[in-house]
């Protein structure tokens, strides 16, 4: 299974970017998928996540400016970024697990940085 992440970059505060994950080697639509940063001296969280039927979930801290996506035709899930704040400056990965097993695969990150 491959993953391939695209759409980081540099932006200025309040600025926007979408992330896209391109995923192979796995029937898409059996997983579930979902969009992980990693800040400098900080933890690896959850960003926000999509079932393999489209529910979604947001962290709170990007709730209303992050919208997950996924085109299950394309086997891709995107990550819209509208309003972007420094603190959003952070490596982005993307992750799928497979519903039955749980299995998961996490792609290489994305460096998003938001800074004037």
């Known amino acids: 299974v491959q993953l391939q992440a695209s759409g980081g970059g540099l932006v200025e505060p309040g600025g926007s970017l979408r992330l896209s994950c391109t995923v192979s080697?796995?029937?898409?639509?059996?997983?579930?998928a979902g969009w992980y940063r990693q800040a400098p001296g900080k933890q690896r969280e959850l960003v926000a996540a999509?079932?393999?039927?489209?529910?979604?979930r947001h962290a709170n801290s990007v709730k209303g400016r992050f919208t997950i996506s996924r085109d299950n035709a394309k086997n891709t899930v995107s990550l819209q970024m509208n309003s972007l704040k420094p603190e959003d400056t952070a490596v982005y990965y993307c992750?799928?697990?497979?519903?039955?097993?749980?299995?998961?695969?996490w792609g290489k990150g994305t460096l998003v940085t938001v800074s004037s």
């Open positions: 992750r799928v697990a497979l519903v039955a097993t749980k299995t998961d695969y």
């Open positions: 999509i079932t393999s039927g489209g529910v979604t």
């Open positions: 080697g796995t029937i898409f639509v059996l997983n579930d």
